[in-house]
C-alpha cells in the first residue's frame, strides 16, 4: 500500500549544479502592464538596443506572444531563448516574486526531506532493521525502503 509520505519520494531531485545542465537560453527581462481588456508588454535591453512589444488578451497569450516577439527578432531557436515577465506594478510585482521564493523554499525543502528520508532508511537498515519495521517507522512501504537502501550481499 502507498502511503502519503511517498509522494514525495516520486518528485525529481533538484539539481546541485545548474551549471552542470547542457541548456544555453538567454533570459530577458519584460514588464507587462494592463491597458483596458489586453496586456502590453515591453521586452528592452535586447542585443543592439532593440525593443519589442507585444500584447495579449491573457498574461500567458501576452507572454507567449512577447517571447515569439523576441525569437523572430533575433531569429533565435525557441529553446535558447526566454522570458522573465513581470508586471510594471510594484505591489504585484512583489507579491509574484514572494510566490516564486516560497515554491523555491518548498522545492528545497522537498529535497531535504528526500535526502533524510534516504539517510534514514540506509541507516536502519544498515543496524539490522527489517524493511518493514523502517518502513514502518518512516511511515513508508517496505518496498519503498528496498528502493532506497537496497541490500547488499559481499
Not at 509520505?5 to 507587462?32: C, G, K, R
Not at 481588456?37 to 500584447?55: F, H, I, K, M, S
Request: hydrophobic share 40%; charged share 25%; net charge negative.
Amino acid at each position: 500500500m502507498r502511503t502519503p509520505f511517498e509522494a514525495i519520494l516520486d518528485q525529481p531531485d533538484i539539481v546541485e549544479n545548474l551549471d552542470d545542465l547542457e541548456v544555453e537560453s538567454t533570459t530577458y527581462h519584460a514588464t507587462a502592464t494592463r491597458t483596458g481588456r489586453q496586456w502590453t508588454v515591453t521586452v528592452n535591453d535586447l542585443p543592439e538596443g532593440r525593443a519589442v512589444q507585444a500584447q495579449g488578451a491573457t498574461w500567458t497569450d501576452a507572454e507567449q506572444n512577447a517571447l515569439t516577439c523576441v525569437i523572430d527578432l533575433l531569429q533565435a531557436e525557441p529553446h535558447t531563448v526566454n522570458i522573465h515577465l513581470a508586471p510594471n506594478d510594484e505591489e504585484a510585482a512583489a507579491a509574484l516574486a514572494a510566490v516564486t521564493e516560497a515554491r523555491v523554499a518548498r522545492a528545497y525543502a522537498e529535497q531535504a526531506e528526500r535526502d533524510a528520508v534516504r539517510q534514514a532508511a540506509r541507516i536502519l537498515t544498515d543496524k539490522g532493521w527489517t524493511t518493514r519495521d523502517a518502513g514502518g517507522a518512516l511511515r513508508l512501504s517496505h518496498q519503498r525502503i528496498s528502493q532506497l537502501a537496497p541490500r547488499t550481499t559481499a
